[in-house]
């Protein structure tokens, strides 16, 4: 057999150059994309450099290890896709001065691509040779994607990046960080004898959610509730459940995933069939990995009362740390205005060892974040380079500024916007919870809940969740960086009874980038590593909702074109299959083009009687220099809008409009 292992939709990721062969075997390239980072002293967190992936191993537990106090059973995991290419192309994707004319940043070309393999009807076919019959296995081929159909010049095609990348593609260091977090969590879940280390948290049977050393490697149906099933591969449905939205960076993310924790195990499913890992996924628009405002209208008023609340007013129009901002972006930068991608430049130059402009290359880790109960009334050295031009530490500065913009919706009025907006994402995740920690309630619907499922998302994915946990578990100011983790683990306590820590006889670990969150939940004791898990069902139980969710809204969302479109077709394809409907049809038209034919001549008529009279007026000049014209949402803003910018305010949320703003998405 030609393939060891076939992921579902049969995409696999290879490097341009190398042997068509499949993620799960060595791969290496002749010209492969740099993956270094040696050209900065300091890199932000946001980069997730090998070194910050090391240190994002899950902990073992605490306690007395293999004292059968507690057996991990199941486990949620969500990630962020790895490192990738700038989310937009010029003009709206806007960085500072020459930053599209360089051809180091204005240009971008990705070793990493996509193979795909037509899925065949059968994967043998019958031959007679002499008489005989004889099976032969079908034979398998691939298709290479590479993104060069609009080459203009060996150096430069017409894409959005003008190289072979495409917009958010995911780059070899994004491939090789997701492979860090399939072994992350192998070493953390998965026992296999000799070969785990004793500083891996499943040297502790408390933590082996599978252990190899045992006949069966699937899930458990000697009790109560069903888990799994153990008849299957560990990587086939129930024992894993794998989800992605239809993008290329959360898909090939989760799939490099994947191979990093289930290689072995895919390597060695013989030459039968080819192994398969189903992914479920939708329609991008309708999607529930981020917060939807096209199928939930509600959201984008909750996100626009957070921008036009007194405290986000106070901090964007008084803070002389924002005014200091936006002077040194016009300043030194040569733009006028902020622009909303500007975290997103930053980010992806750093991040790839691209360069940066002289006064942006000061970062060293030396601020932080930015704390949430930062004074109106900035220091006064904040307010001298405000005045003066003597700017420092920039970088940090301007990444501060651009998150707390973001994430301010997502904290405010108690999470309401995200805990709306994930609302859907949430019950899935309690749907496999709830029928392993209170079965009685919520018994399984036929099929077992998984042992592992996992959720390949973005940024605005995890934060909006994290927000949802309560204040103290994520406080706004820390972005999450390319591949972050999160998991939610479920573990069955022995000997649980109503006076114990653990009255339900379940407990719940939440972890994040390695670090546990869990004592950070209201109702978890402190510096305790496990809680009761109907802490966890009581925070989500309230807003873990889809169709029932409340999402009627006064502001206007406009479907996506497609959408629009094929709803106007639909509509018009009804009404005239309806009794009478071509006559309806028709008559519309003639009442139009009557209706229309005479307020013509009405305007005309009055045009030519109006008299025209000319002075001089400076005012009206005047209001129409102080607008902009916003391109994306066809409609004027004014500089004094709170925010960024008089369009970057747009973006993130403009109080001057009910209007959509901002399509978060892009930053992702």
Partial sequence: ??????????????????????PFSSMASPEPEENVYNKYAKYPAYCSTP???????????????????????????????????????????QCWDGYWDNEETGIWNCDLKTYISPPAATKEKGQFVDGEGLLEEEPDFLFEKRYDALTISPEKTGNNLNGTCQLGQLLMRGYDQELRNGLHLRQAYFYDGDKTADEHAASDSRMRLWDLTQDSNGGRRTSTP????????????????????????????????????????????????????????ADYFLDTLTINKYTCPRTLDLQNEAYASDEYKKWIDNSVEVKAVK????EELGMDEMPYSMLDCMMTTICTDRTLPDSLNDYDGSLGPTPWEESVQSSSM????????DFTNMFERIANFAIKNFTFPYKYNNAAYPKLGMGPLWKEIMANILPIVDSANNPSSGTPPPKLALFSGHDTTLMPILATLGDNVWDGTDWAPY????????????????????????AFRLIFNGKVLTSKMDGCAAGSELCDS??????????????????????????PADDLMTEMKDAAETLVAAQGGVWVVMSLVIVSMALGSMLTCFLMKRRMRKPYGYRQDSSGLGDLSMSVMDDDENHFHSEDSPGIDSVGSAKYGSTHSDEMKFDENNLI
Wanted: charged fraction near 20%; charge should be negative.
């Fill in 226 to 281: 069903v888990i799994g099933d153990p008849t299957k591969e560990i990587y086939q449905e129930p024992n894993l459940r794998y989800c992605a939205d239809d993008e290329q960076r959360t898909l090939m993310s989760g799939q490099v995933l994947l191979r990093g924790l289930f290689e072995s195990e895919l390597k060695s499913s013989g030459d039968d069939e080819a192994a398969v890992i189903r992914l479920h996924t």
């Fill in 1 to 22: 057999m030609i393939l060891s292992a076939l992921l579902i939709l049969n995409q696999l990721s290879v490097i341009s150059g190398a042997k068509p062969v499949f």
């Fill in 382 to 389: 904040s307010a001298a380079e405000g005045e003066s031009g």
């Fill in 534 to 559: 109907q802490v966890l069902v009581k925070q989500v139980e309230g807003f873990a909702k889809y169709q029932e969710r409340d999402c009627a809204s006064t502001a206007s969302v406009a479907p």
């Fill in 327 to 330: 002077t040194f972006a016009k």
């Fill in 483 to 506: 591949a972050s983790m999160l998991q939610i683990e479920i573990h069955e306590i022995t000997n649980s009874d109503e006076t114990s820590d653990f009255p339900s006889g379940y």
């Fill in 51 to 93: 070194e910050e992936m090391e240190q994002r191993a899950v902990p073992p537990l605490q306690g007395n290890s293999n004292d059968g106090s507690s057996k991990l059973i199941h486990v949620t995991a969500l990630i962020r896709h790895g490192a990738r290419t700038p989310f937009g192309g010029a003009p709206r994707y």
